[in-house]
Nanobody
Framework: QVQLVESGGGLVQAGGSLRLSCAASGSPFSINDMGWYRQPPGKQRELVATASSGGNTNYADSVQGRFTISRDNAKNTVYLQMNSLKPGDTAVYYC?????????????WGQGTQVAVSS
Protein backbone atom coordinates (compact mmCIF):
# COMPACT_ATOMS: atom_id res chain seq x y z
CA GLN A 1 0.00 0.00 0.00
CA VAL A 2 1.31 3.42 -0.95
CA GLN A 3 1.77 6.05 1.77
CA LEU A 4 2.88 9.68 1.82
CA VAL A 5 4.73 10.76 4.94
CA GLU A 6 5.32 14.45 5.59
CA SER A 7 7.73 16.24 7.87
CA GLY A 8 9.10 19.70 8.52
CA GLY A 9 6.20 21.79 9.80
CA GLY A 10 6.38 23.97 12.88
CA LEU A 11 6.16 27.46 14.34
CA VAL A 12 8.22 30.27 12.85
CA GLN A 13 8.27 34.05 13.03
CA ALA A 14 7.26 36.17 10.07
CA GLY A 15 10.14 36.47 7.63
CA GLY A 16 11.50 33.09 8.58
CA SER A 17 11.86 29.88 6.59
CA LEU A 18 10.74 26.28 6.77
CA ARG A 19 11.30 23.26 4.57
CA LEU A 20 8.66 20.58 4.17
CA SER A 21 9.41 17.08 2.94
CA CYS A 22 7.11 14.33 1.71
CA ALA A 23 8.24 10.81 0.88
CA ALA A 24 6.18 8.19 -0.91
CA SER A 25 6.65 4.58 0.09
CA GLY A 26 4.96 1.22 -0.37
CA SER A 27 4.42 -1.34 -3.08
CA PRO A 28 6.07 -0.79 -6.50
CA PHE A 29 4.66 2.31 -8.17
CA SER A 30 5.28 5.22 -10.55
CA ILE A 31 4.64 8.84 -9.70
CA ASN A 32 3.33 11.52 -12.02
CA ASP A 33 2.61 14.88 -10.40
CA MET A 34 3.57 15.70 -6.83
CA GLY A 35 2.76 18.83 -4.92
CA TRP A 36 1.53 20.70 -1.91
CA TYR A 37 -1.85 22.05 -0.91
CA ARG A 38 -2.75 23.92 2.25
CA GLN A 39 -5.84 24.57 4.33
CA PRO A 40 -5.84 27.80 6.36
CA PRO A 41 -8.02 27.93 9.49
CA GLY A 42 -11.67 28.17 8.53
CA LYS A 43 -10.96 28.06 4.80
CA GLN A 44 -10.95 25.52 1.99
CA ARG A 45 -7.94 23.58 0.84
CA GLU A 46 -5.96 25.44 -1.82
CA LEU A 47 -3.14 24.74 -4.22
CA VAL A 48 0.33 25.86 -3.17
CA ALA A 49 2.65 24.32 -5.76
CA THR A 50 2.98 21.29 -8.01
CA ALA A 51 5.84 19.63 -9.87
CA SER A 52 5.51 17.16 -12.72
CA SER A 53 7.72 14.15 -13.18
CA GLY A 54 9.40 16.04 -16.00
CA GLY A 55 10.27 18.99 -13.79
CA ASN A 56 7.58 21.50 -14.73
CA THR A 57 6.42 23.54 -11.76
CA ASN A 58 3.34 25.59 -10.96
CA TYR A 59 2.77 28.00 -8.06
CA ALA A 60 -0.12 29.85 -6.51
CA ASP A 61 0.22 33.60 -7.02
CA SER A 62 0.35 34.12 -3.27
CA VAL A 63 3.58 32.12 -2.90
CA GLN A 64 5.31 32.86 -6.20
CA GLY A 65 8.83 34.07 -5.57
CA ARG A 66 8.84 32.96 -1.92
CA PHE A 67 8.29 29.20 -2.11
CA THR A 68 10.20 26.65 -4.17
CA ILE A 69 9.05 23.13 -4.94
CA SER A 70 11.53 20.44 -5.88
CA ARG A 71 11.63 16.69 -6.32
CA ASP A 72 14.10 13.89 -5.84
CA ASN A 73 12.65 11.23 -8.09
CA ALA A 74 15.20 8.64 -6.98
CA LYS A 75 13.88 9.02 -3.42
CA ASN A 76 10.21 9.51 -4.41
CA THR A 77 10.31 12.70 -2.37
CA VAL A 78 8.98 16.21 -2.90
CA TYR A 79 10.14 19.27 -0.98
CA LEU A 80 8.72 22.71 -0.36
CA GLN A 81 11.19 25.40 0.64
CA MET A 82 9.24 28.27 2.17
CA ASN A 83 11.02 31.62 2.61
CA SER A 84 9.81 35.04 3.71
CA LEU A 85 6.91 33.43 5.52
CA LYS A 86 3.90 35.55 6.40
CA PRO A 87 1.14 35.05 8.98
CA GLY A 88 -1.18 34.40 6.03
CA ASP A 89 0.81 31.26 5.25
CA THR A 90 -0.44 29.68 8.47
CA ALA A 91 -2.22 26.46 7.50
CA VAL A 92 -2.12 22.70 7.53
CA TYR A 93 0.01 21.70 4.55
CA TYR A 94 -0.82 18.50 2.68
CA CYS A 95 1.42 16.60 0.32
CA UNK A 96 -0.17 15.25 -2.84
CA UNK A 97 0.94 12.68 -5.40
CA UNK A 98 -0.66 11.06 -8.41
CA UNK A 99 0.58 7.50 -8.37
CA UNK A 100 0.30 4.49 -10.64
CA UNK A 101 0.07 1.38 -8.47
CA UNK A 102 -1.68 -1.94 -9.06
CA UNK A 103 -2.38 -0.81 -12.64
CA UNK A 104 -4.44 2.17 -11.52
CA UNK A 105 -3.79 5.90 -11.21
CA UNK A 106 -4.82 7.22 -7.80
CA UNK A 107 -4.46 10.54 -5.99
CA UNK A 108 -2.77 10.12 -2.62
CA TRP A 109 -2.58 12.59 0.26
CA GLY A 110 -0.31 12.94 3.24
CA GLN A 111 -1.60 13.28 6.78
CA GLY A 112 -0.90 17.01 6.89
CA THR A 113 1.68 19.05 8.77
CA GLN A 114 0.95 22.26 10.64
CA VAL A 115 2.75 25.47 9.72
CA ALA A 116 2.20 28.45 11.99
CA VAL A 117 3.70 31.86 11.29
CA SER A 118 3.64 34.45 14.07
CA SER A 119 3.74 38.18 13.46
Amino acid sequence: QVQLVESGGGLVQAGGSLRLSCAASGSPFSINDMGWYRQPPGKQRELVATASSGGNTNYADSVQGRFTISRDNAKNTVYLQMNSLKPGDTAVYYCYARILADARWTNYWGQGTQVAVSS
